[in-house]
């Protein structure tokens, strides 16, 4: 079964500073898509940014910019320049590539990020 | 477009009672997932529907737990006979298609409280 591993609950970043979420996962699968989702105290999941494992080119929108390390099997997330308003849950998430494969996302835990003013 | 529609946003229930949480998709999409958060966690693949079909049930439990999906209305997760460890927040997401990499639009939630 696939597990997404995120070993940061709690982060803490200044305003205007640049903070980067940590992300590893584990599939045997070579195809496969990588997603982060932030979770405000709204508690609305709000898709941040998203990855196909077959490209070898990083998401970047706007802001938030990913580092895909797909022999590591890591996917971590940079957010620059940090906004009040990226204070939330920050949710790592996994799915295969369907064909026969599982239909839902397998999620992490989370990590909180904290905006300092 | 109003978006995923869940209600009730919080719903208490005794032990023993049923719940019944609703989600209307967003216009024009017929895919229908739940998923359960609890505390400190995150969200866990429930179940997936289209119109009137279960399609992945594999992380419903076998007992109390069931959804529908009706032709008409909108898509009810029902939980019988809760007990305090289903106290949870439920989340409904809604596609157009089967998902692949695309992602998929979430609700806001519902909490269910079992006292």
């Known amino acids: 079964a696939q597990t997404v591993t995120q070993s940061q609950p709690e982060m803490s970043v200044q305003e205007a500073e640049t903070v980067t979420l940590s992300c590893t996962y584990d599939t045997s699968e070579s195809d496969y898509y990588l997603f982060w989702y932030k979770q405000p105290p709204s508690r609305q999941m709000i898709l941040v940014i998203r990855?196909?494992?077959?490209?070898?080119q990083n998401a970047t929108e706007n802001r938030f910019s990913v580092n895909f390390q797909k022999a590591a099997k890591s996917f971590s997330l940079k957010i620059s320049d940090s906004q009040l308003g990226d204070a939330a849950m920050y949710f790592c998430?996994?799915?295969?590539?369907?064909?026969?494969?599982?239909?839902?996302?397998?999620f992490g835990k989370g990590t909180h990020l904290i905006i300092q003013p | 477009n109003a978006g995923v529609m869940q209600n009730p946003r919080h719903l208490v229930r005794r032990r023993g009672q049923e719940a019944r949480l609703r989600c209307s998709p967003m216009k024009g999409h017929s895919h229908v997932y739940w998923y359960r958060q609890l505390p400190e966690e995150g969200l866990k693949f429930m179940v997936y529907?289209?119109?009137?079909?279960?399609?992945?049930e594999s992380g419903m439990p076998k007992e109390r737990f069931s959804a529908e999906f009706p032709k008409e209305g909108p898509s009810i997760l029902r939980i019988q006979q809760v007990v305090r460890g289903d106290s949870a927040a439920y989340f409904c997401?809604?596609?157009?298609?089967?998902?692949?990499?695309?992602?998929?639009?979430f609700g806001s939630g519902t909490r269910l409280t079992v006292v």
């Open positions: 529907l289209q119109k009137e079909n279960i399609i992945d």
């Open positions: 997401a809604s596609s157009q298609s089967r998902v692949q990499g695309s992602g998929y639009t």
């Open positions: 998430a996994y799915k295969e590539d369907s064909g026969g494969g599982a239909d839902g996302l397998t």
């Open positions: 990855q196909e494992a077959y490209k070898q």
